[in-house]
Antibody, heavy 122, light 110 residues
Framework: QVQLQESGPGLVKSSETLSLTCTVS??????????WSWIRQPPGKGLEWIGY???????NYNPSLKSRVTISIDTSKTQFSLKLTSVTAADTAMFYC??????????????WGRGTLVTVSS | QTVVTQEPSFSVSPGGTVTLTCGLS?????????PSWYQQTPGQAPRTLIH???TRSSGVPDRFSGSILGNKAALTITGAQAEDESDYYC??????????FGGGTKVTVL
């Protein structure tokens, strides 16, 4: 059974770079059927799609975050990562990694990690 | 920028039926947006309920159903149970790999 697990620092200082990793266990990140995505949720608020990466390394980002976001993938480690630069208190959130199932007439988040809370401190 | 709209909250009696909707700030939702629905209880990760408008994910009870109603996507809970008290989010696929979440609907069962 494929599982996703987020990891990384729970506390980041303002203006610095937030870095998280999602480890995929029980499966591969090499399939062309899936895209590997990050989603965040500020405390008490809704979900926001950050971006995704394919097995070949092509990326797509939320336009509102594009200038600060980089998602990368390491197929040998079955991991993908998120970097968010120049963080502020507004970036404090629960961060989820999720798998997108893509196919003919299909596009949705079919598998989620449990999430990791990142707090930006001043 | 396109905004995906959802009702902020709904209340339903145990055993009752509630329909949540997912619309666009401009335009109509169709199956081309591959509407999907996610349930989130406090402190938990989202759980996928419905994808591709009306396909239930594995293990999802059949009291959850998806559809297009008028110009919106809809999630209907028929025979609501106490454990259905959650936040519900829709996602619309905007094309070119872009997904947009709705603001979420808080459902209370009482």
């Amino acid at each position: 059974q494929v599982q996703l697990q987020e990891s990384g620092p729970g506390l980041v200082k303002s203006s610095e770079t937030l870095s998280l990793t999602c480890t995929v266990s029980g499966g591969s990140v090499s399939s062309q059927t899936y895209y590997w995505s990050w989603i965040r949720q500020p405390p008490g608020k809704g979900l926001e799609w950050i971006g995704y990466i394919s097995n070949s390394g092509s990326t797509n980002y939320n336009p509102s975050l594009k200038s600060r976001v980089t998602i990368s993938i390491d197929t040998s480690k079955t991991q993908f990562s998120l970097k968010l630069t120049s963080v502020t208190a507004a970036d404090t959130a629960m961060f989820y990694c999720a798998r997108i199932l893509s196919g003919r007439l299909v596009w949705y988040f079919d598998l989620w990690g449990r999430g990791t809370l990142v707090t930006v401190s001043s | 920028q396109t905004v995906v709209t959802q009702e902020p909250s709904f209340s339903v009696s145990p055993g009752g039926t509630v329909t949540l909707t997912c619309g666009l700030s401009s335009g109509s939702v169709s199956t081309d947006y591959y509407p999907s629905w996610y349930q989130q209880t406090p402190g938990q990760a989202p759980r996928t309920l419905i994808h591709s408008t009306n396909t239930r994910s594995s293990g999802v009870p059949d009291r959850f159903s998806g559809s297009i109603l008028g110009n919106k996507a809809a999630l209907t809970i028929t025979g609501a149970q106490a454990e259905d008290e959650s936040d519900y989010y829709c996602v619309l696929y905007m094309g070119s790999g872009v997904s947009v979440f709705g603001g979420g609907t808080k459902v209370t069962v009482l």
